[in-house]
Nanobody, 119 residues
Framework: QVRLVESGGGLVQAGGSLRLSCAAS????????MGWYRQAPGKQRELVAS???????NYANSVKGRFTISRDNAKNTVYLQMNNLNAEDTAVYYC?????????????WGQGTQVTVSS
């Protein structure tokens, strides 16, 4: 199986920055795409950013120009640098990845990390 462990969430003032990290561990051949979703209270989970194994990023329109996703394939880790945060970015951020520990590509989730932006 694949385990995802997130870190880096917390409380920040509007206009501030945070960096989230998510490390994958377990028995798997390789990690494919990785990324982040978020879920604010009373709202559906939405994609924030994702990145392919080769490093091609994809962003939600709401975070373009403010967030940067990157990954270190040697460490099976994905990062999300979040700058110029605002109150609308307050949510639980969930890391995800696609991996194939048993030869079948599956989607895995982290436990989530809270990001709170105070105005």
């Amino acid at each position: 199986q694949v385990r995802l462990v997130e870190s880096g969430g917390g409380l920040v003032q509007a206009g501030g920055s945070l960096r989230l990290s998510c490390a994958a561990s377990g028995s798997f051949f390789s990690i494919n795409a990785m990324g982040w979703y978020r879920q604010a209270p009373g709202k559906q989970r939405e994609l924030v950013a994702s990145i392919t194994k080769s490093g091609t990023p994809n962003y939600a329109n709401s975070v373009k120009g403010r967030f940067t996703i990157s990954r270190d394939n040697a460490k099976n880790t994905v990062y999300l640098q979040m700058n110029n945060l605002n109150a609308e970015d307050t949510a639980v951020y969930y890391c995800h990845c696609y991996a194939n520990p048993d030869g079948v590509l599956r989607l895995y989730w982290g436990q989530g990390t809270q990001v709170t932006v105070s105005s």
